[in-house]
């Protein structure tokens, strides 16, 4: 709904949004304004209004924390014990992972600024010394306070949603060689 929004604010319509979820409207706005009791409490730009300084006590709630995307731009709220992938990923955005379950070494990203709890990643796969570069790997990462995330979101993808599929094989009486560009023995 927010990609939608924004395409129709970039055509030049003006766009009047009242929105439970203070992130996402301040990740599309040009201007905000926070109404308390019907008297404005807070206004400006988002950079100035985006901080929780600028809201009435309890106004936000548990936003969770804020994960920015370079060169982007975007952003999404990551809710408290979620993984930086996850929330990208329920907000619609497509980041490039391989497993979800911090497995494979290939794809850590580089945090611009802010800190993560890295998650159950073995040392194998995220060593200390990448860690100590401003390295994560974003299926088990989750981010302490607010985070920027080096990371190119995939183009072309919208509107498909990653999904898991069951997969397994049918035994066969039959064996086949296995394929020199296969380390298994296909059955």
């Known amino acids: 709904m927010f990609r939608i929004i924004r395409d129709v604010n970039a055509s030049g319509v003006a766009v009047l949004l009242v929105e439970q979820n203070v992130a996402a409207a301040l990740d599309i706005a040009r201007r905000a304004y926070v109404l308390e009791e019907g008297r404005i409490a807070a206004a400006g730009t988002p950079g100035e209004t985006g901080s929780t300084n600028a809201y009435p006590t309890g106004i936000l709630g548990s936003m969770?924390?804020?994960?920015?995307?370079?060169?982007?731009?975007?952003?999404?709220?990551?809710?408290?014990?979620?993984?930086?992938?996850?929330?990208?990923?329920?907000s619609g955005f497509m980041l490039p992972y391989s497993c979800r379950s911090g497995r494979l070494p290939h794809l850590p990203r580089h945090l611009l600024e802010g800190r993560v709890d890295y998650g159950a990643v073995h040392p194998t796969y995220l060593p200390d010394s990448d860690k100590a570069k401003g390295y994560a790997l974003l299926c088990q990462a989750r981010p302490l306070p607010?985070?920027?995330?080096?990371?190119?979101?995939?183009?072309?993808?919208a509107g498909i949603r990653p999904r898991k599929i069951p997969a397994g094989s049918r035994k066969s009486s039959a064996r086949r060689p296995t394929s020199p560009s296969c380390s298994c023995a296909c059955r």
Do not use: C, N, Y
Not at 71 to 90: C, K, M, N, T, Y
Not at 146 to 157: F, I, P, R, S, T
């Open 64 to 90: 969770g924390h804020r994960v920015t995307l370079k060169p982007s731009g975007h952003g999404f709220e990551v809710a408290e014990g979620q993984s930086i992938l996850q929330a990208g990923l329920d």
């Open 146 to 157: 607010d985070v920027v995330v080096e990371v190119h979101e995939l183009a072309g993808m």
